[in-house]
């Protein structure tokens, strides 16, 4: 079956550190795969996507790689700011579907 | 334009009541996802709709839980004679149309407290 595992939280970091989330995914087919964030009391927002091997989902300076060779989909950020903190879930979605299957989320709390 | 809204936020009830959520997606979307999130667990599938029909409910337990979605007004999923296991959050999505790389609004959710 398609299902995904990403690091265990809370991460804490301080300000302008460099962030790493692991995510690594299960899925026959091609799946697309995705990065959501969650800020404290808002619903989740799409962050950055890839829909085929090697392509690279960026944005608001994150970014994410998609790795057939070593299912993963890992989350980058060279910088991070206070605003940054929130969850964040990575999720796929099969090629042949709709249904997203979501990690667990990992929390992330930058401090000044 | 505003998001997909979802209400209540917070929903608590006793066992054995009954729960309504409600979900109205953003203007324009006709296809309707429920999620439910159980604690220390991702965002698991429920339901898929589109306006008066059910397209998948093969995440939906298969008593208590109902979905519709109907022509004029919110998704409602409806958990009668709830139990302290169906205390989580539950997310609501839309999209104006389906496909693999169709982008998917999430509301704040709704989170349920059985006592």
């Known amino acids: 079956g398609n299902s995904v595992t990403q690091m265990e939280g809370p991460v804490t970091l301080s300000e302008e550190a460099f962030l790493t989330i692991n995510c690594t995914y299960t899925a026959t087919g091609y799946p697309s795969l995705f990065w959501y964030v969650q800020y404290p009391g808002e619903g989740l927002q799409l962050l950055l996507k890839?829909?085929?091997?090697?392509d690279k989902g960026s944005n608001k300076g994150f970014e994410a790689t998609y790795r057939k060779e070593t299912t993963s989909f890992h989350l980058e950020k060279g910088s991070v700011q206070v605003s940054d903190s929130a969850v964040y879930f990575c999720a796929l979605r099969p090629h042949s579907g709709y249904a997203l299957n979501f990690g667990k989320g990992t929390s992330l709390l930058v401090t000044p | 334009n505003a998001g997909v809204m979802q209400n209540p936020r917070h929903l608590v009830r006793r066992r054995g009541q009954e729960a309504r959520l409600r979900c109205s997606p953003m203007k324009g979307h006709s296809h309707v996802y429920w999620y439910r999130q159980l604690p220390e667990e991702g965002l698991k599938f429920m339901v898929y709709?589109?306006?008066?029909?059910?397209?998948?409910e093969s995440g939906m337990p298969k008593e208590r839980f109902s979905a519709e979605f109907p022509k004029e007004g919110p998704s409602i999923l409806r958990i009668q004679q709830v139990v302290r296991g169906d205390s989580a959050a539950y997310f609501c999505a839309s999209s104006p149309r389906t496909g693999v790389n169709e982008k998917l609004f999430f509301g704040s959710g709704t989170q349920l407290s059985v006592l």
């Open positions: 890839a829909t085929k091997a090697d």
């Open positions: 709709l589109q306006k008066e029909n059910i397209i998948d």
